[in-house]
């Protein structure tokens, strides 16, 4: 299986159409391709929708209720740090609503939000896998646990100033 | 000149819990310091042991045994290589010999014998430690008789729904059609739940071998494992794992000399809890949205694509290798009543000593909060303890003689489910949990049936009315009323259970809705994820 490598200048038809020539000969694409197109792009852009629907004999309205059904693939591009908080019952009872609170009190930022300046943005998760060692918050694609607000704070400065 | 210095072998867990509080920073600080004093080293990472409140934990091989020393920060790590490290010497971070320790030697690991021991990715560490016994012994045994000997063993389905996993395994074997799947549930999405991921990470070869049977045993060819996006680390160890063991002829045409054909891949799911229900994860197998699907018909007989399809959670296939390897008596002769073997429970929230715990179904769960988890971090008293993901029910401390069995679990209205303990101690709101649970539900839901995604909603109104001391005996009715129609009417278990945390909480804590334990309570949006606009 081969991805599509991202190159400068590729219009979004061209990523989704090359995206689904390496990959529509599997069972059930659609999910695979949609991840590849995430991983090119950043995102599933809205104009990716009416490509795909026409290279995968879909309708618009089936590639775009399976867009939308999964809370991964999103319409723009997240910030340059994304930070997950783990909301879920077991960082929960080690104060994992305290990270939630930082964040909003420390940044103004509410869960779901990308910052103006497209710097950071804030999710919640329901669970990292990672429920012995809770609170657990994911910055980038590094995971970290027993995260207290001022270790939020650091991973969210180091971040950004990285 | 002196002689060349022996390499020492040193394990540092490459699992994801390990690597969340400092593994591979520790890993680099033990071969910078090997350097320094001259002492080669064969590094290895490791699964974790499961002792995740060690972690990082090292483990130096000696002639006495694998000595751990744990919680190791990198700060640590010069002065344990002064204190003799390389030699297993004395320091106040060693615990000893690992294989040794109460903790692991009062355990039945079958299915976690290996994660930890070994190198996940090392076919040799594999063979060497009993690897493929169960598959070998399986291909000798015809298709019957593999399904027989799963039947005989009592095994039932371990992502929570406690199925019989023969009677599934048989009437995928009944089925004339030529195309069959194996699919296995890896979307290990309940919190407190981490022993999918940790055996994924951890003994990858294991769940590809009892693939392999289930392969042999239903006759599928074709096989999936759809794991959850969350999951990285696990996604990349098995995608690696699948790709050693086709090379080895563990998958692929003609596995071990044989006929059987069976070839498996990695699939990534989307992010959405819901695809932990089978049905709705062969939905989002097939490329669609993860809804549910009305059963019948069943999965078995009309499946992925339409086809039969044998669907089983990780730790029930990782379990049918030992259940193949050692015989159907071994594994049944564990466990108590019908819930028979050994279940992997996961120790976590608000617990000293969280981790791994395999045992026998019978333990109590008293014996897992207290004798292995030690109570809370906290050192708080206990509260309440959610067992078997977001959608089990609140114990309270003195229902701790409860047995881990399934049975057990439901005449006292819980659930043993995937074998998640979630701790919490005194200062926690269980109105506020029952309010989570429903905003949770209202969240995942797949929409498809309304008791779930109108109900959830509902639901989290109804509770905050009462908190708030609206018509509190008014309100409590109708919030009973509706856990009823969500039990009653939603088409799965997650519009059916979600009414057992907030049954639970309501049951044994009913004065947490009534007079609100912390005030003002913020409470967040039901849904914050982006959703993008209709087309």
């Not at chain 2, 129609?485 to 907030?502: E, F, K, N, R, Y």
Request: net charge negative; glycine share 12%; proline share 6%.
């Amino acid at each position: 299986m081969t991805t599509t490598e991202p190159q400068p200048g590729r219009t979004v038809a061209e990523v989704v159409t090359d995206t689904v020539a390496a990959m529509a000969g599997q069972r059930g694409a659609l999910l695979p391709i949609l991840h590849a197109i995430q991983e090119t792009l950043g995102c599933v852009p809205r104009e990716a929708v009416p490509v795909l629907a026409e290279r995968l004999n879909l309708s618009r309205a089936d590639v775009h209720g399976v867009v939308s059904f999964y809370h991964d693939f999103r319409s723009e591009p997240a910030g340059r740090t994304t930070v997950k908080i783990c909301r879920a019952e077991a960082c929960q009872a080690v104060g994992s609503g305290q990270l939630v609170d930082h964040v909003r009190d420390r940044y103004g930022m509410e869960l779901g939000e990308t910052r103006s300046d497209g710097a950071l943005t804030v999710d919640q998760v329901f669970c990292l896998g990672n429920c012995a060692l809770g609170p657990t918050v994911q910055v980038g694609a590094r995971l970290h646990g027993r995260v207290d607000p001022a270790r939020l704070s650091d991973l969210i400065d180091s971040a950004l100033a990285s | 000149m002196s002689p060349v210095t022996p390499a020492v072998t040193v394990y540092v867990p490459g699992d994801s819990a390990a690597r969340s509080v400092g593994a591979d920073e520790v890993a680099a600080a033990v071969l910078r310091a090997g350097a320094r004093v001259g002492q080669p080293i064969h590094l290895v990472r490791n699964g974790t042991r499961g002792m995740l409140w060690l972690e990082p934990l090292v483990e130096v091989v000696t002639p006495e045994g694998r000595i751990g020393y744990g919680p190791v920060e990198v700060a640590d790590v010069d002065g344990l290589v002064d204190a003799g490290l390389f030699s297993g010497g004395e320091h106040p971070a060693r615990v000893g010999v690992v294989d040794d320790l109460p903790w692991m030697v009062s355990q039945d690991r079958l299915t976690f014998a290996r994660v930890g021991v070994v190198d996940p990715l090392s076919a040799e560490d594999f063979l060497a430690n009993g690897g493929l016994r169960g598959l070998r012994r399986a291909l000798e045994m015809s298709p019957d008789e593999v399904v027989e000997e799963v039947t005989a063993s009592g095994l039932r389905g371990r992502g929570g729904a406690g199925f019989p996993a023969g009677v599934k395994w048989k009437t995928v074997l009944g089925c004339d059609e030529a195309l069959k799947f194996v699919c296995c549930n890896a979307d290990e999405g309940d919190s407190g739940t981490f022993a999918d991921r940790m055996v994924m990470e951890g003994d990858p070869f294991l769940l590809i071998e009892g693939m392999a049977i289930a392969a042999h045993a239903v006759g599928a060819t074709e096989g999936f494992v759809y794991i959850r996006s969350e999951y990285p680390a696990a996604i990349a160890t098995m995608r690696a794992a699948i790709e050693i063991a086709a090379w080895h002829g563990w998958l692929g045409d003609g596995i071990l000399g044989t006929p059987l054909k069976f070839s498996l891949q990695v699939r990534v799911g989307g992010g959405a809890y819901i695809c932990g229900e089978e049905t709705s994860m062969l939905e989002s197998l097939e490329g669609k949205r993860g809804e549910v699907r009305a059963k019948p018909p069943i999965p078995a007989i009309h499946g992925l694509f339409g086809q039969p399809t044998l669907v089983n959670n990780v730790l029930t296939l990782t379990s049918v290798p030992a259940i193949l390897g050692d015989g159907a008596a071994a594994f049944q002769r564990l466990g108590v009543e019908r819930s028979r073997g050994t279940q992997v429970f996961q120790l976590g929230g608000n617990i000293r000593r969280g981790g791994v715990v395999e045992k026998a179904f019978g333990v109590t769960l008293g014996e897992l909060v207290e004798h292995y988890g030690g109570g809370t971090r906290s050192g708080r008293p206990v509260r309440a303890v959610q067992v078997g993901g977001p959608l089990g029910a609140y114990v309270p401390p003195t229902d701790f003689g409860l047995r881990m069995d399934y049975e057990e679990f439901q005449a006292a209205g819980a659930m043993v489910g995937h074998g998640g303990v979630v701790v919490f101690d005194d200062t926690v709101d269980m109105a506020a949990q029952a309010r989570f649970a429903m905003e949770f539900c209202a969240a995942e839901s797949c929409g498809k049936c309304t008791p779930c995604r109108i109900g959830s909603t509902r639901g989290v109104e109804v509770i905050d009315r009462i908190t708030a001391g609206e018509n509190p005996d008014e309100n409590l009715a109708l919030l009973e009323d509706l856990c009823e129609v969500m039990t009653d009417g939603s088409l799965c278990a997650m519009g059916g259970l979600t009414p057992l945390p907030v049954r639970s909480a309501l049951a044994h804590f009913a004065g947490d809705f009534l007079e609100p334990r912390i005030q003002p309570r913020r409470p967040l949006p039901l849904s914050t994820a982006p959703r993008q606009e209709t087309a």
